[in-house]
């Protein structure tokens, strides 16, 4: 498995961190592709100097909406803004912006130091001052014994810091980062997505970040932007969105949910049994379910619970169950490993849901991960 330096104290260049990071305002954005509506009166904002992500599903508008903010896509009706300044219609390369992509883009033929000073060539830097800016910026990406080698030399997660650093050589006010990790096995995912969020704090650049990983989104942004269908459902800090969310498609989309039959009952709902309140409104009509998290049942081992442990996977210290119910339910129940040895396939249980509120939705409408968008 190809394995990632571990991340290196190195002080950024003086005129990046010196940069205030600026505001980007998208304002009823639409795109249409034909028939396809990516984008539907789209309205974001992304405060300066923060790192924010976009998640959603394949086709929910996400990499589009990152297209428009780098001037690659331009929309059908709405604006984008960069502090404060309306720069629809300003080519992508006037609007000093780097980007990151998925597949690298690197230039086969150039070292990969002048890979990171293409865009100040461009710019007609001087030679002095596209060396010296490489040298800074391989450094702060753990690759400066790597500046005369070229990108078939390099692993895919050195050749994904090169096109970082590369990114960020120009200074620019708006770093964009699209699904710059999905490539990369798991372990150098995890590393690079660590040495993304500290380069970014460190220079305190405005970052929007599209990703399709929920880990990925929840470990690194200061906020999270739910996309379903070219629209937002909800934008939220990591733990609001996980804990509080604002609609059924976020709960069963950042996550794992359990999907638990259920009935109103005084203003709230009863499921296995017991009546919990409700978060939000309870559906007027028709069958419901209360969407409740692997951590908050809990499970206990009882000879006359109806419920029987089918499997037991160990994560350290929890442990995820999987608990069938006679209703053919099986539910997803997370215990703390340490004092839950009798919790084996084949026992018998009683799973209750925490006493706290739950967020209900309609029986007929489809878990998110089952839905278009």
Do not use: W
């Amino acid at each position: 498995m190809t394995t990632a330096p571990a991340a290196r104290a190195v002080a950024a260049p003086a005129d990046l961190r010196e940069r205030p990071g600026v505001a980007v305002r998208l304002e009823g954005l639409t795109r249409r592709y034909g028939s396809v509506l990516a984008l539907d009166g789209l309205d974001l904002d992304v405060g300066g100097g923060e790192f924010l992500a976009l998640l959603g599903p394949s086709g929910c508008g996400k990499t589009t909406a990152l297209r428009a903010i780098a001037g690659f896509e331009r929309p059908d009706a709405g604006r984008v803004l960069l502090d404060g300044r309306d720069v629809t219609g300003v080519p992508a390369s006037k609007r000093d912006m780097g980007m990151v992509f998925q597949a690298y883009s690197l230039f086969p033929n150039l070292t990969v130091a002048d890979n990171v000073a293409f865009g100040l060539r461009v710019r007609r830097r001087g030679k002095a001052e596209r060396t010296r800016r490489a040298a800074e910026l391989l450094e702060l990406v753990g690759l400066a014994d790597r500046a005369a080698r070229y990108p078939h030399q390099l692993s895919g997660g050195q050749q994904q810091r090169v096109a970082l650093a590369r990114a960020l050589a120009v200074a620019p006010q708006v770093l964009l980062l699209d699904e710059p990790l999905s490539a990369l096995d798991a372990q150098v995912r995890v590393q690079l997505r660590e040495e993304i969020r500290r380069i970014q704090l460190e220079l305190g650049i405005t970052t929007v970040f599209v990703t399709h990983d929920q880990a990925e989104a929840l470990s690194v942004a200061d906020r999270v932007g739910v996309l379903r269908a070219g629209r937002l459902e909800q934008v939220a800090s990591p733990d609001e969105l996980y804990e509080r969310p604002a609609t059924a498609f976020v709960a069963e989309f950042v996550g794992t949910m359990n999907r638990v039959p259920a009935r109103p009952a005084g203003g709230g709902v009863e499921l296995l049994g017991v009546r919990r309140p409700a978060a939000g409104a309870v559906p007027p009509s028709g069958a419901v379910v209360a969407l409740v998290r692997p951590e908050s049942l809990t499970v206990a081992a009882d000879p006359a619970g109806a419920g029987r442990v089918v499997t037991r996977t160990f994560s350290g210290a929890t442990t995820r169950l999987a608990v069938a119910l006679p209703d053919g339910l099986e539910l997803a129940v997370d215990v703390v490993s340490a004092g839950s040895g009798d919790l084996v396939p084949g026992a018998a249980v009683t799973v209750t849901p925490a006493d706290r509120a739950v967020l209900v939705a309609p029986a007929e409408e489809p878990p998110a991960a089952a839905r278009g968008s």
